[in-house]
């Protein structure tokens, strides 16, 4: 049975694996064999010459001429090896065969050196011993990693040619075999603690080598779901792209759950944690097909495709995606119901660089929560256009003077049974010198995004407090925060602020919030809600039924109010499920022992049919449209000269 070269060959755990180690031998032996077979043939050169007037001519010249020829072909073998490194698998067979070879090589050269020995004088001999010697212990020294080796090597020639030296019959003589032998002892502890610093040497390597492919693991993957993470997702991104076009075209897509976030209320995050988990895995299907996935963070995932793919084939594409997403998660004994929207973009059809490809995926996706809840959307060039609007908004509304450009509306809010004036909602209005008039529902949106909502809230709401100071004390103003008012502490801490210097009294005052912004951090928003209702402010809940509402949470919010979406209202006629659906919400909500206002109220009809079912207050054009600031103090004295709103509508 052959050598076996072996990494835990009489070592503990520490050192380094087999293959590692074999790897590195053979990398030593590289660099030192072919130095080794020049030394070799030179000492035959010199051998020859010792012996030539003395031993037979074929004798003293075959093997030198062999050894040099073998030597040389062993150090070209060698040399060319070194540019082309083996696998880990075939690292122990050159080994294997290296011990063979090194067996078979060292065998001829000690008998020839023998044969030499027997042929020559006395002092022919000692030259000879010595040279011998020396190239033994170069040969030991050289072979160290392989320390089996050296030692056969070692031990094939020097102890028999010492013990010749010891029995020569001279006082002289037996010194140096005795030294001789000395030295080999010497030579083969040495060889045998230097084999073991090797191993620890490559086993320290190794394991510095793995943990630092194990930390760039961990740099690149999400903790949580095991998927590629945001910094290696871009790193991917940009590597494909820094291909170039002919290269290939790409696809990227970032995936939003919808619905996530009221699971993860209702469950606690650890149950969350696996419901991401469960949506990854389902991803994963996509790495199948070529595609990279990752976890960008919270409930957001990417893909990426390489290759060009038709607007068909996204489209294929998303769908099969939201389809695997809406599937019930299972979470322990309860099953929750998720969905998914997407926005795609292409490269280079769409984008120039990774940037503008996230970009662009991003605004697809942006438009397909806003328009297309739980479907997939293409970026387009009309979304391009929309891109660069809302650019442009937000530069204007940067260099705004919102003192002086945004003016307030007030839509007011009526008893639905003495349809006396409850309070008016405050709507802002933006008429910019760049873009003329500009629609909330373009300027809002955009405000939302950044810290620019911050400074519009408070115009608004410093504008509308001022409005209000001129009011009877029962007619109230609303408003709406917005997530990034309701979680900035110094937001909320500007805007008690305005409040207090306003002089109207908190109880006047109507915060109206919506369930995504509740949703964005529940925590942190139920906490700035309490923090309002202790200043003696209402909190009412708009939109409600158009986002992921849900009694556990809505339940313990400090709420005086919901208000039922116009899009409920305006489906009320001619669609009886719509009715019920109304009359369910108003029942509930009074069940909650909470006001009931209902938006969108536009017919006689819709009113009547609200006022059975029990809502408390209405709003809506039937009574009036959004009236501009210097006209509400006339319209509160108009209804309270005994005008009916249904009647002035109809008037």
Same mark, same amino acid.
């Given at each position: 049975m052959y050598f076996q070269f072996s990494a835990t060959e009489g070592r503990?755990? %520490?050192?380094?694996?087999?293959?590692?180690?074999?790897?590195?031998?053979?990398?030593?032996?590289?660099? @030192?064999? &072919?130095?080794?077979?020049?030394?070799?043939?030179?000492?035959?050169?010199? #051998?020859?010459?010792?012996?030539? @007037?003395?031993?037979?001519?074929?004798l003293a010249l075959a093997a030198p001429v062999a050894l040099m020829l073998g030597g040389a072909l062993a150090a070209l073998g060698w040399t060319r090896r070194a540019a082309h490194p083996v696998g880990e698998g075939d690292a122990g067979r050159v080994l294997r065969r290296v011990n063979l070879c090194s067996a078979g090589f060292t065998l001829v050269y000690v008998v020839w050196v023998t044969a030499l020995y027997l042929h020559v004088d006395p002092?022919?001999?000692?030259a000879i011993i010595y040279a011998l010697a020396v190239t033994g212990m170069f040969a030991i020294f050289a072979l160290a990693q392989l320390p089996k080796t050296a030692l056969l090597i070692g031990g094939m020639g020097l102890p028999g040619f010492a013990w010749l030296l010891m029995t020569a019959g001279d006082s002289t003589s037996?010194?140096?075999?005795?030294?001789? #032998? #000395?030295?080999?002892?010497?030579?083969?502890?040495?060889?045998?603690?230097?084999?073991?610093?090797?191993? +620890?040497?490559?086993?320290?390597?190794?394991? +510095?080598s793995r943990l630092a492919e194990d930390n760039r693991r961990l740099a690149e993957a999400d903790a949580l779901t095991g998927l590629a993470n945001r910094r290696a997702f871009f790193a991917r991104v940009a590597e494909e792209i820094a291909r170039? &076009?002919?290269?290939?075209?790409?696809?990227?897509?970032?995936?939003?759950?919808?619905?996530?976030? &009221?699971?993860?209320?209702?469950?606690?995050?650890?149950?969350?944690?696996?419901?991401?988990?469960?949506? !990854?895995? %389902?991803?994963?299907? #996509?790495?199948?097909?070529?595609?990279?996935?990752?976890?960008?963070?919270?409930?957001?995932?990417?893909v990426l495709f390489t290759g060009r793919k038709a607007e068909a084939e996204m489209a294929a594409l998303g769908a099969r995606i939201c389809a695997a997403l809406k599937a019930p998660v299972r979470i322990d004994d309860a099953a929750a119901a998720l969905s998914c929207s997407i926005g795609f973009a292409r490269f280079p059809e769409e984008a120039r660089d990774a940037q503008q490809l996230y970009e662009r995926a991003d605004f697809a996706l942006y438009h397909a929560k806003q328009n297309h809840r739980g479907e997939a959307v293409l970026f387009t060039p009309e979304h391009e256009t929309n891109m660069r609007m809302i650019a442009q908004i937000e530069q204007c509304l940067r260099r705004a003077n919102l003192e002086q450009e945004i003016q307030l509306e007030f839509q007011p809010l009526f008893d639905a049974v003495e349809q006396t004036i409850v309070s008016f909602e405050a709507l802002a209005r933006w008429n910019s010198p760049e873009l003329g008039a500009v629609s909330p529902n373009l300027f809002v949106p955009v405000?939302?995004?950044?810290?620019?909502?911050?400074?519009? $809230? %408070?115009?608004?709401?410093?504008?509308a407090l001022k409005a209000a100071r001129s009011w009877p004390d029962y007619v109230?103003?609303?408003?709406?925060?917005?997530?990034?008012?309701?979680?900035?502490? %110094?937001?909320? $801490? @500007?805007?008690?602020?305005?409040?207090? !210097?306003?002089?109207?009294?908190?109880?006047?005052?109507?915060?109206?919030?919506?369930?995504?912004?509740?949703l964005t951090d529940f925590v942190k928003a139920e906490a700035a809600l309490a923090m309002l209702k202790r200043l003696g402010l209402k909190i009412s809940l708009d939109d409600f039924g158009t986002g992921y509402s849900s009694l556990a949470y809505i339940h313990r919010l400090p709420l005086d109010k919901i208000k039922i979406d116009r899009s409920f209202i305006q489906e009320m006629h001619g669609n009886g499920v719509a009715r019920d659906i109304v009359k369910s919400l108003i029942g509930l909500i009074g069940n909650l022992k909470l006001q009931c206002v209902t938006e969108g109220v536009e017919t006689s009809e819709q009113f009547d049919l609200l006022r059975k079912f029990g809502c408390n207050v209405v709003q809506g054009f039937l009574f009036s449209r959004p009236i501009p600031q210097d006209e509400a103090p006339r319209f509160i004295a108009e209804v309270e000269a005994g005008r009916r709103p249904a009647e002035r509508a109809a008037g």
């Amino acid at each position: 049975m052959y050598f076996q070269f072996s990494a835990t060959e009489g070592r503990d755990s %520490r050192i380094a694996p087999i293959h590692e180690l074999n790897r590195a031998r053979l990398a030593a032996l590289v660099r @030192q064999i &072919p130095l080794l077979a020049l030394v070799v043939a030179g000492n035959a050169l010199a #051998l020859a010459a010792i012996a030539l @007037q003395s031993a037979p001519l074929p004798l003293a010249l075959a093997a030198p001429v062999a050894l040099m020829l073998g030597g040389a072909l062993a150090a070209l073998g060698w040399t060319r090896r070194a540019a082309h490194p083996v696998g880990e698998g075939d690292a122990g067979r050159v080994l294997r065969r290296v011990n063979l070879c090194s067996a078979g090589f060292t065998l001829v050269y000690v008998v020839w050196v023998t044969a030499l020995y027997l042929h020559v004088d006395p002092a022919q001999r000692s030259a000879i011993i010595y040279a011998l010697a020396v190239t033994g212990m170069f040969a030991i020294f050289a072979l160290a990693q392989l320390p089996k080796t050296a030692l056969l090597i070692g031990g094939m020639g020097l102890p028999g040619f010492a013990w010749l030296l010891m029995t020569a019959g001279d006082s002289t003589s037996l010194l140096e075999g005795a030294n001789l #032998l #000395l030295v080999l002892l010497a030579l083969f502890l040495s060889v045998n603690g230097a084999s073991r610093d090797f191993e +620890a040497l490559v086993a320290a390597r190794a394991k +510095a080598s793995r943990l630092a492919e194990d930390n760039r693991r961990l740099a690149e993957a999400d903790a949580l779901t095991g998927l590629a993470n945001r910094r290696a997702f871009f790193a991917r991104v940009a590597e494909e792209i820094a291909r170039g &076009p002919e290269a290939g075209a790409l696809a990227m897509g970032v995936v939003d759950l919808d619905g996530f976030k &009221p699971v993860n209320d209702l469950y606690g995050h650890a149950l969350g944690d696996k419901a991401l988990c469960e949506c !990854a895995e %389902r991803l994963r299907m #996509l790495e199948r097909e070529g595609a990279v996935v990752a976890r960008l963070g919270g409930d957001e995932f990417a893909v990426l495709f390489t290759g060009r793919k038709a607007e068909a084939e996204m489209a294929a594409l998303g769908a099969r995606i939201c389809a695997a997403l809406k599937a019930p998660v299972r979470i322990d004994d309860a099953a929750a119901a998720l969905s998914c929207s997407i926005g795609f973009a292409r490269f280079p059809e769409e984008a120039r660089d990774a940037q503008q490809l996230y970009e662009r995926a991003d605004f697809a996706l942006y438009h397909a929560k806003q328009n297309h809840r739980g479907e997939a959307v293409l970026f387009t060039p009309e979304h391009e256009t929309n891109m660069r609007m809302i650019a442009q908004i937000e530069q204007c509304l940067r260099r705004a003077n919102l003192e002086q450009e945004i003016q307030l509306e007030f839509q007011p809010l009526f008893d639905a049974v003495e349809q006396t004036i409850v309070s008016f909602e405050a709507l802002a209005r933006w008429n910019s010198p760049e873009l003329g008039a500009v629609s909330p529902n373009l300027f809002v949106p955009v405000a939302e995004r950044s810290e620019i909502i911050h400074a519009l $809230t %408070r115009t608004v709401l410093r504008k509308a407090l001022k409005a209000a100071r001129s009011w009877p004390d029962y007619v109230g103003v609303s408003l709406n925060l917005s997530a990034r008012d309701l979680l900035s502490p %110094r937001a909320l $801490t @500007q805007i008690v602020a305005i409040i207090e !210097a306003s002089g109207v009294k908190t109880s006047r005052i109507d915060i109206e919030v919506t369930e995504t912004s509740l949703l964005t951090d529940f925590v942190k928003a139920e906490a700035a809600l309490a923090m309002l209702k202790r200043l003696g402010l209402k909190i009412s809940l708009d939109d409600f039924g158009t986002g992921y509402s849900s009694l556990a949470y809505i339940h313990r919010l400090p709420l005086d109010k919901i208000k039922i979406d116009r899009s409920f209202i305006q489906e009320m006629h001619g669609n009886g499920v719509a009715r019920d659906i109304v009359k369910s919400l108003i029942g509930l909500i009074g069940n909650l022992k909470l006001q009931c206002v209902t938006e969108g109220v536009e017919t006689s009809e819709q009113f009547d049919l609200l006022r059975k079912f029990g809502c408390n207050v209405v709003q809506g054009f039937l009574f009036s449209r959004p009236i501009p600031q210097d006209e509400a103090p006339r319209f509160i004295a108009e209804v309270e000269a005994g005008r009916r709103p249904a009647e002035r509508a109809a008037g």
